[in-house]
């Protein structure tokens, strides 16, 4: 390093500001939560080539076929104000930054399906979660982002006690596993209008 220094070689910048930010506007707030329905691939099965990902906006995704059978998404509808802990929290590394993405579930029903649900998560299910966002952006662009889309979430914490608090039978916290954090905040799925992207989302539902 002090040889680079001595010879004038800057110390290695991986990103620069490339625009500005009119941050805030005047009698104007945005509208915090999410809508109620969460949209859910396992990250094995997602097509990497098939997808389309431009500057950190998702366009296009595609799932893979395994034996001839095409893989599905699979949709958890619970009240959207439950997601209220769905974030990023920025990582900074010795080397390299990254961001910590969490997701929270929150199952109100106690029933077999919901049991079953909890399991498979919690025997090392790996998944991205896109979030439909009430806050949508000037033209829509923001109203999707998807959750651990580069490493996929695992779950991470999940306390479930019978005295069901505020109606909660099991709280389920999904995270970038430790060491696999994302690259970026989470991704904007935008295809054209929000009508298209819904429409690409829910026809990742069926086969």
Known sequence: NYEFKKKGVKD???SELTQGLVAAKCNSTETAGAE???YLLNFSDIDRQGSTVVNNVITGIKLVKRNNVQMLGFAFETFGKSLKDAGATFAKGTYSNMWQHNVTLRVFVK???????ANQLAAGAKIVAVIKNRATGANGEVTFEAYGWDNGLELSESAN???FADSVVYTLTLSSPEGTQEGSLPKSVFKTSVA????MLEGLLTA
């Open 196 to 199: 298209d992207t819904e429409t």
């Open 111 to 117: 029933k077999e399906e919901s049991k079953t649900f």
């Open 161 to 163: 006690i019978l005295e």
């Open 36 to 38: 109620d329905k969460v």
């Open 12 to 14: 290695m910048n991986c």
